[in-house]
């Protein structure tokens, strides 16, 4: 059974930091394309970020320059710190694990971004 479990959401100012982790089961976690996506209110999920097997990572504009995506393959767990928060940045974050054309989803952690 696959599971995909994130932690490290909460509430925090804005320019403050957190740190979300994604702890995997069930899966070959060193050669799954790991990812986080965030669902703001009331819009799409959408691509945070990404990172390979061999470390490669991508990043959408808009978290270029604050946030940053690793991994532990030893863990099975992926990490995204994020630095500089902004309002903006409140959403529900999920992880991914992408091989082909599988995908499997966390069930997501909360993060607001509020003074």
């Known amino acids: 059974q696959v599971q995909l479990v994130e932690s490290g959401g909460g509430l925090v100012q804005p320019g403050g930091s957190l740190r979300l982790s994604c702890a995997a089961s069930?899966?070959?976690?060193?050669?799954?394309?790991m990812g986080w996506y965030r669902q703001p209110p009331g819009k799409q999920r959408e691509l945070v970020a990404t990172?390979?097997?061999?470390?490669?990572?991508l990043y959408v504009d808009f978290v270029k320059g604050r946030f940053t995506i690793s991994r532990d393959n030893a863990k099975n767990t992926v990490y995204l710190q994020m630095n500089s928060l902004k309002p903006e940045d409140t959403a529900v974050y999920y992880c991914?694990?992408?091989?082909?054309?599988?995908?499997?989803w966390g069930q997501g952690t909360q993060v607001i971004v509020s003074s």
């Open positions: 069930g899966i070959s976690f060193g050669i799954y394309v």
């Open positions: 991914n694990a992408k091989l082909g054309g599988i995908n499997y």
């Open positions: 990172i390979a097997g061999g470390d490669t990572t």
